[in-house]
T-cell receptor, first 109, second 119 residues
Framework: LAKTTQPISMDSYEGQEVNITCSHN???????ITWYQQFPSQGPRFIIQ???TKVTNEVASLFIPADRKSSTLSLPRVSLSDTAVYYC??????????FGDGTTLTVKP | DTGVSQNPRHKITKRGQNVTFRCDPI?????LYWYRQTLGQGPEFLTY????????KSRLLSDRFSAERPKGSFSTLEIQRTEQGDSAMYLC?????????????????FGEGSRLTVL
């Protein structure tokens, strides 16, 4: 399983765009990248998933360069309720993945 | 509400006692996962099932831990002779296998977790 590396913490202000980058140098050809969000005392919640280039949904965008050794989760115009821990996972086709310690995002007013 | 239900939500027990947690996944999901999470850490994989078959167990899962998924529906995680180090949040997740979810593997749907405190 490819190991992921993310910043431990990030601070932002309401209304700003937040970009969290994850490195996964050992990603395999068939692996894909998934991001989860977790609030205290809750289970992680799926945000977005991608294989290459750019994926966008109603809450976030995921940018994956051609070499796929990193990915960037982009949260547009964050609010206080986006304060949470964000996890980047590399997932195999067999569904195997490993959570790292995530990035704690704190959004300030 | 993700549709994955875990019970009990909280359990306080004394060291040496046995505890059992139950997870009811989303009904059409054929994969079920158990994770353990301690404060400040990401979830640690414990084991997973595809239907009723337990396909993988983490080395973290000592012989005091056992998980079952009879009939490929709900699952139970039992911890025997609990130790204080077992205190954690136990998370269950379910998903569709990659072949059923398209080219990519299915996203994991997590329950709210069962918090265990061993005194």
């Amino acid at each position: 399983l490819a190991k992921t590396t993310q910043p431990i913490s990030m601070d932002s202000y309401e209304g700003q765009e937040v970009n969290i980058t994850c490195s996964h140098n050992n990603i395999a050809t068939n692996d894909y990248i998934t991001w989860y969000q977790q609030f205290p005392s809750q289970g992680p919640r799926f945000i977005i998933q991608g294989y290459k280039t750019k994926v966008t949904n109603e809450v976030a965008s995921l940018f994956i360069p051609a070499d796929r050794k990193s990915s960037t989760l982009s949260l547009p115009r964050v609010s206080l309720s986006d304060t949470a821990v964000y996890y980047c996972l590399v997932v195999t086709n067999a569904g195997k993945s490993t959570f790292g310690d995530g990035t704690t995002l704190t959004v300030k007013p | 509400d993700t549709g994955v239900s875990q019970n009990p939500r909280h359990k306080i027990t004394k060291r040496g006692q046995n505890v059992t947690f139950r997870c009811d996944p989303i009904s059409e999901h054929n994969r079920l996962y158990w994770y353990r999470q301690t404060l400040g850490q990401g979830p640690e994989f414990l084991t997973y099932f595809q239907n009723e078959a337990q396909l993988e167990k983490s080395r973290l899962l000592s012989d005091r831990f056992s998980a079952e998924r009879p009939k490929g529906s709900f699952s139970t995680l039992e911890i025997q002779r609990t130790e204080q180090g077992d205190s954690a949040m136990y998370l269950c997740a379910s998903s569709l296998a990659a072949g059923l979810a398209g080219l990519k593997g299915g996203e994991l749907f997590f329950g709210e977790g069962s918090r265990l405190t061993v005194l």
